[in-house]
Nanobody
Framework: QVQLVESGGGLVQAGGSLRLSCTTSGTIFRSSTMGWYRQAPGKQRELVATITSGGSTNYADSVKGRFTISRDNAKNTVYLQMNSLKPEDTAVYYC?????????WGQGTQVTVSS
């Protein structure tokens, strides 16, 4: 079973920053587009950002200019740097690894932004 291990969530005031990390096995990481998704209470899970194995990135409009996704291939880790956080960013954030039809999810990490 593929494991994606997330860390870095927490409580922060509006305007603050957090960095999420997600680590998985090298075999999975090297071949996967890695992504971050989030799910707020009562809402559907939504895309936050993705990064391909080649480093191409994609962001939801709501986070463009504030969040940055990156990957460290030597550490098999993907990061999500979140700046200028807003209360509406409060959600459980999930790491995702996608390679062809294979999709794997992390357990989620809570991010809470207080106003």
């Amino acid at each position: 079973q593929v494991q994606l291990v997330e860390s870095g969530g927490g409580l922060v005031q509006a305007g603050g920053s957090l960095r999420l990390s997600c680590t998985t096995s090298g075999t999975i990481f090297r071949s996967s587009t890695m992504g971050w998704y989030r799910q707020a209470p009562g809402k559907q899970r939504e895309l936050v950002a993705t990064i391909t194995s080649g480093g191409s990135t994609n962001y939801a409009d709501s986070v463009k200019g504030r969040f940055t996704i990156s990957r460290d291939n030597a550490k098999n880790t993907v990061y999500l740097q979140m700046n200028s956080l807003k209360p509406e960013d409060t959600a459980v954030y999930y790491c995702n690894a996608r390679s062809g039809f294979n999709v794997n999810w992390g357990q989620g990490t809570q991010v809470t932004v207080s106003s």
